[in-house]
């Protein structure tokens, strides 16, 4: 039963990872023509929400009416839709281990994926398009909708994670939100960085300076929002230690 069960698992990490890779093969060469499955959703979510119009112009993007911004290919997302994928599917493996899980899963995760991509791209666009005329002097356009898109995209991502977590321990009872994200940072974050920065670097962007310039950024936000988590798991692991050191409960 154990060899069946490991085959079984094999077989569902190949196809999670085989997805995923796919997927990035697909956005690496993937026009906005080839991307109006995600941009379509999201642009009509940004004309819901800001009362904007946007028309699509081929081989460019989502042009507004005025003609002050463009849902470009980069907008769409995709690189936030895999992580997701990624953390729910290979989340759901990680918690029921040994157990087998349901093939279904996989399908359930690739949902939950977009919907959330969707709305973190949605969010996204609306804050960059209610930050256009923001000037500062001690940080650029560029690099200001560089840092809003990471914060929002791994705040979402976050929430994601935390959301699935507390759905499968609410039966347990073992739901705490600081101490979970604490304990597990490491594996957020390695999934994280393996699509932002492990991929880039395997395909030589190693060479570029404007990519040692961007995975600094890349690096530090995450850390900064999960910051507060690790210090309340340091927090508490403490004092439980302490607790369990004089034979209290």
Excluded at 150 to 155: A, E, L, P, R, S
Excluded at 234 to 242: C, D, E, P, V
């Amino acid at each position: 039963m154990q060899l069946k069960q490991r085959i079984r698992t094999s077989a569902q990490l190949a196809t999670i990872l085989l997805a995923a890779y796919a997927l990035k093969s697909f956005y690496s060469a993937a026009g906005v023509n080839e991307l109006r499955w995600i941009l379509a959703p999201t642009t009509f979510l940004v004309e819901l929400i800001t009362g904007k119009q946007f028309f699509f112009e081929s081989q460019a993007g989502y042009m507004s009416g005025d003609h002050t911004f463009l849902i470009a290919a980069s907008c769409s997302g995709v690189n936030f839709l895999i992580i997701s994928f990624l953390v729910l599917a290979l989340g759901k493996i990680w918690r029921e281990w040994p157990k087998d899980i349901a093939w279904r899963s996989i399908p359930l995760a690739a949902v939950g994926a977009y919907v959330s991509t969707i709305a973190a791209n949605t969010t996204r666009i609306v804050v960059a398009l209610n930050s256009q005329n923001i000037k500062t002097s001690w940080i650029g356009h560029d690099e200001l909708h560089r840092v809003q898109g990471i914060v929002i995209y791994f705040g979402f991502l976050l929430a994601l994670f935390i959301a699935s977590e507390r759905s499968a321990a609410h039966d347990r009872g073992t739901w705490n939100s600081g101490s979970l994200i604490g304990r597990r940072s490491a594996y957020l974050l390695a999934i994280y960085y393996a699509v932002t920065l492990g991929i880039p670097l395997v395909r030589g962007s190693y060479r570029e300076s404007a990519f040692w310039e961007h995975s600094i950024v890349v690096v530090l936000i995450p850390l900064v929002l999960m910051l507060p988590f690790v210090i309340y798991y340091a927090i508490t692991s403490n004092r439980q230690t302490g607790l369990a050191s004089v034979g209290l409960p």
